[in-house]
């Protein structure tokens, strides 16, 4: 992901397509407001969530967004997707804009899925040293035994990327239930894990990310936004 973060100059050529000296004289007269203030720095750096005015018009203000969703089996975590009804789909229209996925579940899986429109919250959920740990539950078709507890926390060679997984952790609930927490993301990571054993994956639910547990009340499809104590808490 690049920088979402540009210079001022920049970002107002790009807005306003004047040239370099009318630019100059636009903040040289204090005609361009920075998150209420008069910014006369052409280098300052603008980020996305920062509220640009010039003359009285708003040229950006975007608010920070991030939602948790319930996502039912049989759509596409994407954004949209040509054959079949796609995450963002499940929103009204005019709320889709500008949000992304930072994770992604297969197209059966279930279960919690972020959106947001803010990169940097993005890059730290996904960033190894944060160590955001995913928590699944799965049923499978074969009876569980200790051996998958010490493979998963042990790690599998995964030959098509060349990675070893990171320690993941198994629970056994009953016989065809376990509880997996990973924190990583690898493509279709714990199919392939219980892949290992021959062991098909029947269903595979997510029930938390960080500290963010699933809503309850959500049912499958439905979503709502997250609290500011959940979205700095979900890494701690
Ligand atoms: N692992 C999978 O195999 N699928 C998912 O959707 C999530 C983790």
Not at 88 to 113: E, I, K
Not at 165 to 170: D, I, N, S, Y
Not at 172 to 185: H, M
Request: include cysteine.
């Amino acid at each position: 992901m690049t920088s979402r973060y540009h210079r001022l100059d920049r970002f107002l050529s790009n807005r306003l397509q004047i040239s370099r000296s009318n630019l100059r004289l636009l903040l040289a007269a204090g005609r361009v407001q920075v998150n209420g203030e008069v910014e006369r720095d052409r280098q300052r750096r603008v980020g996305p969530f920062d509220v640009v005015v010039c003359d009285g018009e708003i040229l950006q203000a975007n608010r920070p967004r991030y939602l948790m969703l319930n996502k039912p089996a049989s759509v596409v975590s994407a954004t949209r997707d040509a054959h079949h009804p796609a995450v963002l789909d499940l929103l009204p229209a005019a709320q889709r804009q500008g949000l992304h996925l930072p994770g992604r579940l297969d197209f059966n899986s279930t279960g919690l899925l972020l959106l947001t429109n803010d990169g940097d919250w993005s890059r730290q959920l996904s960033e190894p040293e944060n160590q955001v740990r995913k928590h699944y539950r799965v049923t499978v078709e074969q009876p569980l035994t200790d051996e998958y507890v010490a493979a998963f926390a042990e790690g599998m060679w995964f030959e098509y990327e060349g990675i070893m997984t990171r320690p993941a952790e198994l629970k056994i609930r009953s016989t065809f239930e376990a509880d997996v927490w990973l924190c990583e993301g690898r493509y279709h990571q714990i199919k392939r894990m219980f892949g290992r054993f021959d062991n098909n994956v029947l269903t595979l639910h997510r029930l938390a990310i960080g500290n963010l547990m699933l809503d309850e009340t959500l049912k499958p499809g439905e979503w709502r936004e997250l609290s500011a104590l959940e979205v700095s808490s979900i890494f701690s």
